[in-house]
């Protein structure tokens, strides 16, 4: 079966210094994955999302980035922090499926940022 | 910005049927129905999905309209542990989550 990890779990960081989340998935190849964010009261807002190697999609310009440097890998990153980047940060992954089937996502159990 | 409208909150009675409305009245025919909930400090979970027929599974039952423009969650003997905010999604190719409902299961 298929399982997917966020590290680490909750992460308090200032002002000003660089972040670096981690989403790996088992039990799967090629999935496509995903990065959300959800702030306080709000709903979820996609961030990036991969559908290979190397290939990473924006949605929201903003200070983060994000790499996928390995299939089942899926790196969420930032040089500098700000405060409004505070938030549940969530990964994803989708079997991405072709043809008219479509293509659940699954996610991960979250990463709680507050930014100091 | 999601194609869904939900009502912000709602409450079931413990072990009644809890039927959660969803207008989606600008999806389109290749758009599928999504539902996943979110327990609180949890990821969202994945319930059921649905094009045009009703779905049944494990979790929960899914009603659509014959002209699709609005869905029905029934999850049928409500428990305390479905307290979490219930997502409908209109999914064309990517996930657009709006601020969902919230459900309050009553003891």
Same mark, same amino acid.
């Given at each position: ?5 966020? %590290?680490?779990?909750?992460? =308090? ?9 981690? #989403?790996? =998935? ?6 496509? @994955?995903? %990065? ?9 807002? @996609? ?12 949605? =929201? ?19 500098? @922090? ?8 969530? #990964?994803? %992954? ?18 709680? @940022?507050? =930014?100091? | 910005?999601? +194609? ?64 699709? +423009? ?28 709006? +601020? ?8």
């Amino acid at each position: 079966s298929q399982t997917i990890h966020q %590290w680490p779990a909750t992460l =308090v960081q200032p002002v000003g210094s660089p972040l670096s989340l981690e #989403c790996t =998935v088992e039990g799967t190849s090629n999935p496509n @994955l995903y %990065w959300y964010r959800q702030a306080a009261g709000r709903g979820l807002q @996609l961030l990036f999302y991969s559908v290979g190697i190397g290939q990473i999609s924006s949605e =929201v310009p903003q200070n983060l980035s994000a790499s996928r440097p390995q299939d089942r890998q899926f790196i969420l990153s930032s040089k500098k @922090l700000l405060l409004s980047d505070s938030g549940f940060y969530l #990964c994803a %992954w989708s079997p991405g499926l072709a043809g008219d089937e479509t293509d659940t996502q699954y996610f991960g159990p979250g990463t709680r @940022l507050t =930014v100091l | 910005d999601a +194609k869904t409208t939900q009502p912000p909150s709602m409450d079931c009675a413990e072990g009644r049927a809890a039927n959660l409305p969803c207008n989606h009245s600008t999806i389109s025919g290749n758009e599928y129905v999504y539902w996943y909930r979110q327990i609180h400090s949890q990821g969202p979970q994945y319930i059921i999905h649905g094009l045009k027929n009703n779905e049944t599974n494990e979790m929960a039952s899914l009603i659509i309209t014959e002209d699709r +423009k609005s869905s029905t969650l029934i999850l049928p003997h409500a428990t305390l542990r479905d307290t979490a905010v219930y997502y409908c999604i209109a999914l064309d190719d990517k996930i657009i989550f709006g +601020k969902g409902t919230r459900l309050h299961i009553l003891p």
